[in-house]
């Protein structure tokens, strides 16, 4: 199975900051039609997950371009310029190139 | 707009099977696929199979002697039936559309006599 690692598993904040989580595979996420499966959840606080970005870079429909993706291969980073309190909550990359298609542990952004 | 909704019993006692409803609206089920992931409480997220709009079906390995996933496309409904269950599988259990765009809300479901 690929081995997601996401880094840090947690990151205190504040409004207005700006913040990256770091995603890596351990396998390549190119799929043989040449796209990388690759994508960011946010799950808020008592709530089901939401996709933000699909496919490495593409922000989904109605999310905040404050929300941005980069990388390739095996490398991924998810940024997040000027956090609002709207964006507390776990974040999630996942890989659907591969099966089982599997999920990075999270990372956990709170307030400071 | 598209909308995901699970169904299903809230408890279940152990060795039992879990039979699970995902209703789903704003699509087609012969267009896109259904994926069910799980949750246990305070963990992470788990995928546990996917049935693709041909009707053809993947499952997680670890997963795949207990685990059956089927739709009626007539009903816009996916199930999910998992047996012999034990405590290990609490958990709240998603469905979610295709490459996860869309979510339901999830229903808790415990595993305890």
């Known amino acids: 199975d690929v081995v997601m690692t996401q880094t840090p598993p947690s990151l205190s904040v504040a409004i207005g900051q700006s913040v990256s989580i770091s995603c890596k595979s351990s396998?390549?996420?190119?799929?043989?039609?040449?796209?990388?499966?690759l994508h960011w959840l946010l799950q808020s606080p008592g709530r089901s997950p939401k996709r933000l970005i699909y496919q490495v870079s593409n922000l989904g429909s109605g999310v905040p371009d404050r929300f941005s993706g980069t990388g390739s291969q095996k490398d991924f980073t998810l940024k997040i310029s000027r956090v609002e309190a709207e964006d507390l909550g776990v974040y999630y990359c996942a890989q659907t190139t591969h099966f089982p298609w599997t999920f990075g542990g999270g990372t956990k952004l709170e307030l400071k | 707009q598209v909308q995901l909704k699970e169904s299903g019993p809230g408890l279940v006692q152990p060795s039992q099977t879990l039979s699970l409803t995902c209703t789903v609206s704003?699509?087609?089920?012969?267009?896109?696929?259904v994926i069910w992931v799980r949750q246990p409480p305070g963990k992470g997220l788990e995928w546990m199979g996917v049935?693709?709009?041909?009707?053809?079906?993947n499952y997680n390995s670890v997963l795949k002697s207990r685990l059956s996933i089927s739709r009626d496309t007539s009903k816009s409904q996916v199930y999910l039936k998992m047996n012999s269950l034990q405590t290990e599988d609490t958990a709240t259990y998603y469905c979610?559309?295709?490459?996860?765009?869309?979510w339901g809300q999830g229903v808790m479901v415990t595993v305890s006599s």
């Open positions: 979610a559309r295709g490459q996860t765009d869309y």
């Open positions: 396998q390549s996420l190119v799929y043989s039609d040449g796209k990388t499966y």
């Open positions: 704003g699509f087609s089920l012969s267009s896109y696929g």
């Open positions: 049935i693709w709009g041909k009707g053809n079906t």
